[in-house]
Protein backbone atom coordinates (compact mmCIF):
# COMPACT_ATOMS: atom_id res chain seq x y z
CA UNK A 1 0.00 0.00 0.00
CA UNK A 2 1.36 3.24 -0.83
CA UNK A 3 -0.42 5.73 2.45
CA UNK A 4 -0.35 9.52 3.02
CA UNK A 5 1.26 11.85 2.80
CA UNK A 6 2.19 12.38 -0.80
CA UNK A 7 3.94 15.43 -2.28
CA UNK A 8 2.11 17.41 -3.84
CA UNK A 9 -1.01 16.63 -1.98
CA UNK A 10 -3.44 15.05 -4.86
CA UNK A 11 -5.86 16.78 -6.91
CA UNK A 12 -8.31 14.71 -8.55
CA UNK A 13 -10.22 15.65 -11.40
CA UNK A 14 -12.72 14.69 -12.96
CA UNK A 15 -15.40 15.98 -15.63
CA UNK A 16 -18.00 17.31 -13.41
CA UNK A 17 -16.12 17.33 -9.97
CA UNK A 18 -12.86 18.10 -8.66
CA UNK A 19 -11.16 17.08 -5.22
CA UNK A 20 -8.79 19.17 -4.39
CA UNK A 21 -7.37 19.95 -0.56
CA UNK A 22 -9.38 21.98 1.79
CA UNK A 23 -7.63 25.72 2.82
CA UNK A 24 -8.62 28.24 5.61
CA UNK A 25 -9.88 30.39 3.06
CA UNK A 26 -12.70 27.28 2.44
CA UNK A 27 -13.31 27.14 6.02
CA UNK A 28 -16.77 30.06 5.92
CA UNK A 29 -18.43 28.11 2.70
CA UNK A 30 -18.26 24.54 4.75
CA UNK A 31 -18.85 25.36 8.50
CA UNK A 32 -22.12 23.82 8.57
CA UNK A 33 -20.66 20.56 6.88
CA UNK A 34 -17.50 20.68 8.89
CA UNK A 35 -17.18 17.29 11.38
CA UNK A 36 -14.72 16.13 13.04
CA UNK A 37 -15.61 12.79 15.26
CA UNK A 38 -18.81 12.89 14.54
CA UNK A 39 -18.96 16.31 16.31
CA UNK A 40 -19.93 19.21 14.22
CA UNK A 41 -18.67 22.71 14.15
CA UNK A 42 -20.42 25.48 15.78
CA UNK A 43 -17.91 28.17 14.91
CA UNK A 44 -15.12 29.63 11.98
CA UNK A 45 -12.62 28.89 14.89
CA UNK A 46 -13.52 25.58 15.88
CA UNK A 47 -14.18 24.71 12.22
CA UNK A 48 -10.66 25.53 11.35
CA UNK A 49 -9.40 23.54 14.57
CA UNK A 50 -11.01 20.63 13.15
CA UNK A 51 -9.65 21.11 9.96
CA UNK A 52 -5.89 21.19 11.53
CA UNK A 53 -6.98 17.91 13.31
CA UNK A 54 -7.96 16.82 9.79
CA UNK A 55 -4.74 17.80 8.26
CA UNK A 56 -2.59 16.45 11.02
CA UNK A 57 -4.61 13.22 10.11
CA UNK A 58 -2.88 13.24 6.94
CA UNK A 59 0.48 14.35 7.22
CA UNK A 60 0.57 10.88 10.06
CA UNK A 61 -1.00 8.49 6.97
CA UNK A 62 -4.31 8.23 8.99
CA UNK A 63 -7.08 10.31 5.95
CA UNK A 64 -6.82 11.67 3.38
CA UNK A 65 -9.37 14.40 3.03
CA UNK A 66 -10.72 16.58 -0.01
CA UNK A 67 -12.67 19.27 -0.84
CA UNK A 68 -14.96 18.83 -3.64
CA UNK A 69 -15.34 21.79 -6.27
CA UNK A 70 -18.46 22.03 -8.48
CA UNK A 71 -16.58 22.51 -11.82
CA UNK A 72 -19.40 24.29 -13.33
CA UNK A 73 -18.96 26.91 -10.55
CA UNK A 74 -15.89 26.39 -9.44
CA UNK A 75 -17.45 26.38 -5.57
CA UNK A 76 -16.93 23.87 -2.72
CA UNK A 77 -19.71 21.53 -2.70
CA UNK A 78 -18.98 19.09 -0.30
CA UNK A 79 -15.85 17.17 1.62
CA UNK A 80 -15.02 13.17 0.98
CA UNK A 81 -12.20 10.95 1.86
CA UNK A 82 -10.98 8.27 3.96
CA UNK A 83 -10.65 8.30 7.66
CA UNK A 84 -9.80 6.34 10.34
CA UNK A 85 -6.66 4.98 9.41
CA UNK A 86 -6.12 2.03 6.47
CA UNK A 87 -5.53 -1.24 8.16
CA UNK A 88 -5.41 -4.74 6.23
CA UNK A 89 -5.45 -2.53 3.00
CA UNK A 90 -8.86 -1.08 3.66
CA UNK A 91 -10.35 2.61 3.81
CA UNK A 92 -13.34 3.62 5.12
CA UNK A 93 -15.21 6.54 2.88
CA UNK A 94 -16.97 8.89 3.82
CA UNK A 95 -18.89 12.51 2.62
CA UNK A 96 -20.75 14.89 3.28
CA UNK A 97 -22.64 17.86 0.84
CA UNK A 98 -23.90 21.34 0.99
CA UNK A 99 -27.57 21.13 0.80
CA UNK A 100 -27.40 23.55 -2.34
CA UNK A 101 -25.68 20.62 -4.37
CA UNK A 102 -27.61 18.09 -3.27
CA UNK A 103 -29.29 16.56 -6.03
CA UNK A 104 -27.15 17.42 -8.74
CA UNK A 105 -25.20 14.61 -9.30
CA UNK A 106 -21.73 15.54 -7.97
CA UNK A 107 -21.47 13.29 -4.67
CA UNK A 108 -21.66 10.44 -7.48
CA UNK A 109 -18.71 11.58 -9.40
CA UNK A 110 -16.93 12.71 -6.52
CA UNK A 111 -17.24 9.73 -4.75
CA UNK A 112 -15.75 8.01 -7.89
CA UNK A 113 -12.89 9.75 -7.94
CA UNK A 114 -11.70 9.05 -4.40
CA UNK A 115 -12.87 4.90 -5.37
CA UNK A 116 -10.55 5.24 -8.11
CA UNK A 117 -7.99 6.75 -5.79
CA UNK A 118 -8.24 4.57 -3.35
CA UNK A 119 -7.84 1.29 -5.30
CA UNK A 120 -5.62 2.61 -7.81
CA UNK A 121 -2.91 4.99 -5.94
CA UNK A 122 -3.38 3.55 -2.20
CA UNK A 123 -3.67 -0.17 -3.18
CA UNK A 124 -6.98 -0.69 -0.92
CA UNK A 125 -8.48 -3.91 -1.48
CA UNK A 126 -11.84 -2.85 0.46
CA UNK A 127 -13.43 0.33 0.52
CA UNK A 128 -16.30 0.65 3.23
CA UNK A 129 -18.92 2.86 4.10
CA UNK A 130 -21.20 3.43 7.39
CA UNK A 131 -24.11 5.24 7.60
CA UNK A 132 -27.64 6.02 9.43
CA UNK A 133 -30.60 3.45 8.34
CA UNK A 134 -32.66 6.50 7.84
CA UNK A 135 -30.14 8.40 5.39
CA UNK A 136 -31.76 7.39 2.26
CA UNK A 137 -29.91 9.37 -0.05
CA UNK A 138 -26.37 8.18 1.67
CA UNK A 139 -27.76 4.37 1.10
CA UNK A 140 -29.02 5.02 -2.29
CA UNK A 141 -25.20 6.76 -3.65
CA UNK A 142 -23.82 3.96 -1.87
CA UNK A 143 -25.58 1.28 -4.32
CA UNK A 144 -25.32 3.59 -7.37
CA UNK A 145 -21.42 3.05 -6.68
CA UNK A 146 -22.13 -1.17 -6.25
CA UNK A 147 -21.33 -1.34 -3.14
CA UNK A 148 -22.90 -4.02 -1.47
CA UNK A 149 -24.31 -4.20 2.13
CA UNK A 150 -22.60 -6.46 4.31
CA UNK A 151 -24.17 -5.47 8.00
CA UNK A 152 -26.73 -3.63 9.74
CA UNK A 153 -25.73 -2.79 13.79
CA UNK A 154 -28.58 -0.91 15.78
CA UNK A 155 -29.05 2.09 13.77
CA UNK A 156 -26.03 1.91 11.01
CA UNK A 157 -25.69 -0.22 7.78
CA UNK A 158 -21.87 -0.96 6.62
CA UNK A 159 -21.04 -1.22 2.70
CA UNK A 160 -18.41 -2.21 0.80
CA UNK A 161 -16.70 -2.00 -2.74
CA UNK A 162 -14.25 -4.62 -2.98
CA UNK A 163 -11.29 -4.02 -5.68
CA UNK A 164 -11.37 -6.19 -8.92
CA UNK A 165 -8.10 -8.14 -7.72
CA UNK A 166 -9.53 -8.98 -4.45
CA UNK A 167 -12.80 -10.48 -5.83
CA UNK A 168 -10.50 -12.87 -8.69
CA UNK A 169 -8.26 -13.58 -5.71
CA UNK A 170 -11.67 -14.86 -3.80
CA UNK A 171 -12.80 -16.62 -6.95
Sequence with gaps: MHLPPYEPFPALNGAHVSLRQITTADI?????????????????????????????????????????????????????????????????????????YSGKGLMTHAMQLAIDFGFNTVGLTRIYAVTSTTNHKAIAL????????????????????????????NI
Design 28 to 100: PDIIEISYYDAIQAGSVEQAISMQEKINLDYVTGNSIHWGIVSNQTNRIAGTCGYYRGFKNGEGELGCVLLSQ
Design 142 to 169: FSRLDFKQVAIVEDDVEFELRSHAEILQ
